[in-house]
């Protein structure tokens, strides 16, 4: 695969984790504003935000793979959950499709968005 593309779970998942990081950091930079207590606090919410953001979008995972389909992997025969109409194998990265009209075809992120 040229693109760095990656499966749709594994992408949301990375998101959630960065976020924590982001509201970590965010706080960590609020204990520079440490004369300011409107900073201070300001920053501290902010970061707090984002960690509760990451934990409502690892809420979210946990529904999307409630509803995502669990196939085998034709390439690597593991077992892998998928999203939408394309999707790609969480393991070796081999794109998948549930729709058979779009076999052999190239992956294509846009075929997603014709859904309803
Ligand atoms: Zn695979």
Redesign the pocket.
Known sequence: MAKNYSSKINRIRTFALSLIFIGFIIMYVGIFFRQSPFLMTLFMLLGLLSIIASTVVYFWIGMLSTKAVQVI??????P?KMLGRVDM??????PLTLDQSLEGKEFNESYNQKEK
Request: charged share 25%; net charge positive; with cysteine.
């Open positions: 992997c034709p390439n690597c025969n593991k892998t194998c969480m393991h070796c990265k081999d």
